[in-house]
């Protein structure tokens, strides 16, 4: 079964700019999360979806943080613009709906976010 | 609202050693409790988990007893090796049945030496 995929692994990008992050869940899975890690802190919640509805992004810094998930299955995470402090892993993960029997959730490899 | 607090690291020990990272939680009612992995360059995997009072999660030598009357949910490893070094995290799943989410602790960075 192929895991959680996201894209870019790495990226590099001076403040003010834009970036975009994409992830691919498992295949069934009905709910999304994108988490925000930074170096030294365990990942934060940004947002979470079920199928392609909002369930929970009262953590998303809404004025540069926007994400989407058409059609209900891959997700697009965007910041415009970036500050130094977005600087972070950004985790995709999913879950069968409602997480399952036991809300275990299954992480992408991340990616990493350097904002100069 | 739900938070669970991790031991500061790092930790430093040499192989074979005995392995005790604390993890106590706060939350209301009974959530599930999990502890990641997240290896040099990897993602976050999953070690073990445990969704009710006195269930123990184990895996690859690690184990973790949910304690409901302390609230915790400490891993333990009898004897570590150099391939145990990571980061370990400890987190909780609100899980109501239709929002479940993970609430992680900071993390903890464990290096074996040889």
């Known amino acids: 079964e192929a895991g959680v995929a996201q894209s870019p692994r790495y990226k590099i990008i001076e403040k003010r700019q834009s970036v975009a992050f994409w992830c691919n869940p498992i295949?069934?899975?009905?709910?999304l999360y994108w988490y925000q890690q930074i170096l030294g802190q365990g990942p934060k919640l940004l947002i979470q979806?079920?199928?392609?509805?909002?369930?929970?992004d009262s953590q998303l810094p809404k004025d540069r943080f926007s994400a989407e998930r058409l059609k209900g299955v891959d997700s697009t995470l965007k910041i415009q613009p970036a500050k130094l402090e977005d600087s972070a892993v950004y985790l995709c993960?999913?879950?069968?709906?409602?997480?399952?029997?036991?809300?275990?959730?299954?992480f992408g490899e991340g990616s990493r976010l350097t904002v100069l | 609202g739900n938070s669970v607090t991790q031991m500061e690291g790092p930790v430093t020990l040499s192989e074979e050693a005995f392995l005790t990272i604390n993890c106590t939680y706060t939350?209301?009612?009974?959530?599930?409790l999990f502890w990641y992995v997240q290896y040099p360059g990897e993602g976050l995997q999953l070690l073990l988990k445990?969704?009710?009072?006195?269930d123990k999660g184990s895996n690859k030598g690690f184990e973790a007893t949910y304690r409901k009357e302390t609230t915790s949910f400490h891993l333990e490893k009898g004897s570590v090796q150099v391939s145990d070094s990571a980061v370990y995290f400890c987190?909780?799943?609100?899980?109501?049945?239709?929002?479940?989410?993970?609430?992680f602790g900071k993390g903890i960075t464990l290096s074996v030496r040889p």
């Open positions: 993960a999913s879950a069968p709906r409602g997480g399952g029997e036991t809300g275990e959730l299954f």
């Open positions: 979806f079920q199928n392609n509805g909002v369930v929970d």
């Open positions: 295949s069934g899975h009905a709910t």
């Open positions: 445990a969704t009710k009072a006195d």
């Open positions: 987190a909780l799943s609100d899980y109501t049945g239709a929002n479940s989410k993970l609430t």
């Open positions: 939350a209301t009612g009974y959530p599930s």
